[in-house]
Each structure stands twice: as structure tokens, then as C-alpha cells.
């Protein structure tokens, strides 16, 4: 009777261990759809793997394992049955990892519940699929360092809940969509190092905190307002111009870089934000006189203009007192400096200053000895030139009187 009950009792126990693993692999079973997704997905992209790493694919092994578990890059929903792909990230991102070849498959756009997906640096060609306007979960977008073709898929800034959109470092073509606006939770946004070429859009999400759309084809001027929020701006090397009196609205701003451009007219006092710690605005067009609105900046930027008149001695204060570390004022028209003795000035370890190729002798003590490289060995830009840009500008301030 005892062997009897003991035999029962191991049979119950068997019993019970089988209908838990039954229910943990129901709990563990991934939807058909995302599972079908991903096979699609693995099939367009070819994984370039270094000789001393395996390969990324390696561990998406359809037959055997749960892709919620045992696949790189793939996170699911712990609660939701069956589970739901939320995140999927394609590549290590390590340094020295060549990532994938190939294309973005459209059926990305069945997984339906993804709110994260970010491709890390390859040489993936095509174009961004359309489909992932349809993503309504979608948060962060990250298609760096591609080889990406094609326009901007405008159904993107649809998606209600879209964070970050970073597609840098491609060849997109076209011109930004002017539904980028129309992104109410955007704030991150990041189009650098591309093809996009036209106008910029009449206006961008309130919400933007980081825009960057730097080395691109880019012409016309600034939207008349920016984004209150915007702390970071980079519309280096494009195309635009007209002048700088657009972000009297930018209070929150701490970098802008609107470098190598063609903007034009004066320094409005608008310029200067409370925050503003770097200020880039070399190799443009700009002219009139330095007036003490940007005293303070960190680092600021200004060489390769058309300013004239003499520096304020407070840019020289702002340089003893740390708070100014780098100013360059290079091939300007610039025609004097508040001279000091030697002493006065701060440890040449600690701050970068070049004034070289103006209207006026460069302080010994400056020199050209925190100049970057290559800019020349005459310190003096020569007489004749100071000469006919006085004559020129005299001459238009008359026709303008």
C-alpha cells in the first residue's frame, strides 16, 4: 500500500513539473507576427563580422531557444501574452564593429508594440521604410552611420509619441518634411552629414531640445522663431544666409554652431543667451563692430568675418577671469585689442587666443601661437586690404545715408 501511495505521489509531482514548464513556455511563446518579422528582418541584412567577433546573427537561431531571451538586440514584454518585441537593436555598437551590409526590411513595420529601434554604423543601403509611420509606440529612431538613400519619410513625425529621431551620417536627399512641426513630443533631432538640400521648414516642435542638420545642402534663412526650448543647434556648413535675429526666443540655449554659412549684417544684442557657453559663427559674412553682448561666452568663434573696430576691453577681462577659454577673432578687419603687460594674462595653458590677420599689430605677448594650424605665419593683414575695405564700407554707408 505505501509503495502504492509513493508511486501515486511521484506521479502527481511529475505532473505538476510538466504543466509548469508547459505554462512557462506558453508565458515564453513570442507572437507568430513578430516572430515572422524578425526572420524577415535577418534575411535582408548581411552581418559583417570581424575576424575576432562572431557573428551578431549568431545567436538568432530560429529552431531552437526563445527570441525573447536568446536573441542579440531583442527585448520583449514581460506581461503582455504572447510576448511583443518592444526594442530591437541592431548591432553592438563597439568600436571596430563593421555592423551590417544590405537593406531595412518593411516588415519591421509588423512589430507593432516596438518603441525602440536604433541600427548601429555599417554600410546598410536603400531606403528608410515608409512603414515605420505606422509604429504609433515608436519613441527613438537611430539609423546612424549608414549608407541610407532616399528622402525622409514624412509619416515619421506622425508617430504620437516619437523622442528621438537621429538618422545622421547617411545620404539621405530631399528636402526636411514640413510635418516635422507637426512631431509635438520631438526632442531630439539629428540630420547632420547628409544630402538634404532646400529651406528649412517654417517652423520646428516646441518641445526640441537638440537640432543638428549641419553638412548638408541647406539654403535660406533661419525660421523666423526657433523652439523656446532648444539648448543645442548645429546648422554648420549648408548654404544659408540672412541675419542672426531669430533667437531672441532661445533662452534655454547653451551650444550654436552656424559656421561655415552665409549669414550676414551685425552681431544682434539677441544673440547672447544666459546659458550660452559655445558660440560658432566663423566663415560667415558678418560684419559691423564686436560690441560687448557676447562677453563671457566659453568658447567663441568669430574668425573668417567682415568685423571691424576695436575689440571691448571686456573681452579681455573675461579672458583673465576664466570665463572666456577660447576666442578667435582671425581674418577679420579688426584694428585694435586692449593691449596688457605680459603678466596680466592668463596662463596660456588654460586659454586659446588668436587675432591674426587683421587691421592692426598683434600684441606680442598673443602672437600667433594659439592659432590653429595653418593659418599662416604673416600676423598683419597687409595695408592695402584694410585700406580699400574701409574705403568700401564708407562708400556703402554713404549710399545708404
Known amino acids: 500500500m505505501a509503495k502504492k501511495c509513493s508511486l501515486l505521489l511521484l506521479a502527481f509531482v511529475l505532473y505538476l513539473i510538466h504543466c509548469q514548464s508547459t505554462i512557462a513556455q506558453l508565458q515564453n511563446k513570442i507572437s507568430a507576427i513578430d516572430l515572422d518579422a524578425l526572420h524577415q ?14 557573428h ?28 511583443r518585441v518592444e526594442s530591437l537593436v541592431l548591432g553592438t555598437g563597439l568600436s571596430g564593429s ?24 555599417g554600410i546598410v543601403t536603400g531606403s528608410i521604410p515608409s512603414e515605420l ?43 526636411m518634411p514640413p510635418t516635422i512641426s507637426a512631431s509635438i513630443q520631438l526632442k531630439v ?17 516646441e518641445k526640441l531640445l537638440h537640432l543638428d542638420f549641419s553638412q548638408n545642402n541647406i539654403s535660406g534663412m533661419l525660421p523666423a522663431r526657433m523652439s523656446a526650448s532648444l539648448r543645442y543647434l548645429s546648422a554648420s556648413q549648408n548654404r544659408m544666409w540672412g541675419p542672426l535675429n531669430c533667437l531672441e526666443s532661445t533662452l534655454e540655449l547653451e551650444y550654436l554652431d552656424l559656421s561655415m554659412n552665409n549669414f550676414s549684417g551685425g552681431l544682434p544684442t539677441s544673440l547672447f543667451q544666459p546659458k550660452l557657453t559655445s558660440m560658432l559663427l566663423q566663415r560667415n559674412n558678418l560684419s559691423g563692430e564686436l560690441t560687448r553682448v557676447l562677453v563671457g561666452v566659453e568658447s567663441l568663434f568669430l574668425n573668417n568675418n567682415q568685423l571691424k573696430g576695436t575689440v571691448p576691453k571686456e573681452y579681455f577681462g573675461s579672458l583673465s577671469l576664466g570665463k572666456t577659454k577660447t576666442l578667435y577673432l582671425q581674418h577679420n578687419y579688426i584694428t585694435g585689442f586692449p593691449t596688457a603687460a605680459e603678466s596680466s594674462w592668463p596662463p596660456w595653458d588654460l586659454i586659446a587666443v588668436c587675432l591674426s590677420y587683421n ?37 556703402s554707408k554713404e549710399k545708404e545715408d
Request: with cysteine; charged share 10%.
Open 56 to 83: 551578431f546573427f549568431s545567436s538568432w537561431d530560429f529552431a531552437s531557444g526563445d527570441p525573447c531571451s536568446s536573441f542579440a538586440g531583442v527585448t520583449c514584454s514581460s506581461s503582455e501574452q504572447p510576448r
Open 359 to 395: 587691421c592692426m599689430e598683434v600684441p606680442v605677448v598673443v602672437g600667433i601661437m594659439a592659432c590653429p594650424s595653418g593659418i599662416g605665419e604673416q600676423i598683419s593683414r597687409p595695408a592695402n586690404q584694410c585700406s580699400a575695405f574701409h574705403i568700401r564700407n564708407t562708400t
Open 189 to 205: 533631432l539629428v540630420l547632420a552629414d547628409n544630402k538634404i538640400s532646400g529651406q528649412l521648414p517654417r517652423g520646428f516642435p
Open 133 to 175: 509611420g505606422s509604429l504609433k509606440k515608436l519613441r527613438v529612431i537611430s539609423l546612424t552611420n549608414n549608407l541610407l538613400t532616399g528622402t525622409i519619410p514624412a509619416s515619421i513625425f506622425s508617430l504620437p509619441d516619437l523622442h528621438t529621431l537621429d538618422l545622421g551620417h547617411n545620404q539621405l536627399s530631399g528636402t
Open 98 to 121: 563593421p555592423g551590417f551590409a544590405g537593406t531595412l526590411s518593411p516588415f519591421i513595420a509588423n512589430l507593432t508594440e516596438l518603441s525602440q529601434l536604433v541600427l548601429f554604423a
Open 41 to 54: 528582418i535577418k534575411n535582408t541584412l548581411i552581418d559583417i563580422h570581424a575576424v575576432s567577433s562572431p
